[in-house]
């Protein structure tokens, strides 16, 4: 079965922006029902079962996950250095999404993001529908594809992905 990995933080986080805050464990079971809806496992970090640091198994799944849905929402530094990681990683199957008054970054206007509508402590029922049946096909279409979308290998082309060795291996 084809993989994502989800990229985001977890529970209650606060937008430092505008002082917001949001619950993005609301988020991520609408990501992971478009995810499954789409017939892709789907996991984020908390969900990793692993001993010492999450370190070593989180840049595995971003190297190695079919499929990466990051949710930049509250503007989480970590979220966005994993982004960037997955970006340098691999040249596509990378989507991102963030709550509706998410301002874009200067680096990040010219990136495709999907938009949700966030209410603070959920997402109503109407928007969670919109916004998952609106996932679910960009994943169909996405994972269908191998079309870049990382920044890198845009404006590198020549640049080629790393093999993961272990996996050859199998």
Known sequence: MKSCFVIQGYGRKTDYRDGRVLDLDASYAIIKDAVQAAGLECIRADEIQHSGAIDLPMYEWLLTADLVVADLSTYNSNAVFELGV???????????????????????????????????????????????????????AIAAETRTDSPIYTFLPNLRPPIDQQAEDE
């Open 86 to 140: 997955r970006f340098a990683l691999r040249p596509h199957a990378t989507i991102i999404v963030a709550e509706e008054q998410f301002q874009n970054p200067f680096d990040f206007s010219h990136i495709s993001i999907r938009r949700y509508k966030h209410l603070g402590d959920d997402i109503g029922a109407k928007e969670a529908r919109r916004f998952s049946d609106e996932l679910k096909e960009a994943i169909l």
